[in-house]
Nanobody, 117 residues
Framework: QVQLVESGGGLVQAGGSLRLSCAAS????????MGWYRQVPGKQRDLVAT???????NYADSVKGRFTISRDNLKNTVYLQMSSLKPEDTGVYYC???????????WGQGTQVTVSS
C-alpha cells in the first residue's frame, strides 16, 4: 500500500502561482503514470495533468501553457507548477498514481486551491 500526500494548496489571487507537491510513501518509478486531478462540488473529478514513468506529459486543454507537471524519482515526489491562475482553476486537487498493468490507482486526500478574482 502506497500513501500519497499532497501539499501546497491555498488561496491565491487571479494571475498568481502555486506549486503543488505529492509525496509518495514508496518508489514512484513502479507506477505507470502519476497525475493531478481537480474536483469541484457536484462535479466529477477531471484530469489536469499526467506524467508517465518515461516522462511523457499530458495536459487538459484548459491548463496547457500555464501548468507544468514534473516528477523527482529520487524524492518520490510529483509536482504541479501552476501559473497565471484563474478563478476557474479553483477546486480540490488530487494526486493519482496508476498501478502498472491494472485498472487501479492510488489517490491522495486532496489539497484545496482557491483562486480569487
Amino acid at each position: 500500500q502506497v500513501q500519497l500526500v499532497e501539499s501546497g494548496g491555498g488561496l491565491v489571487q487571479a494571475g498568481g502561482s502555486l506549486r503543488l507537491s505529492c509525496a509518495a510513501s514508496g518508489s514512484i518509478v513502479s507506477f505507470a503514470a502519476m497525475g493531478w486531478y481537480r474536483q469541484v462540488p457536484g462535479k466529477q473529478r477531471d484530469l489536469v495533468a499526467t506524467v508517465t514513468s518515461t516522462g511523457s506529459t499530458n495536459y487538459a486543454d484548459s491548463v496547457k501553457g500555464r501548468f507544468t507537471i514534473s516528477r523527482d524519482n529520487l524524492k518520490n515526489t510529483v509536482y504541479l507548477q501552476m501559473s497565471s491562475l484563474k478563478p476557474e482553476d479553483t477546486g480540490v486537487y488530487y494526486c493519482n498514481a496508476e498501478i502498472r498493468f491494472t485498472p487501479y490507482a492510488y489517490w491522495g486526500q486532496g489539497t484545496q486551491v482557491t483562486v480569487s478574482s
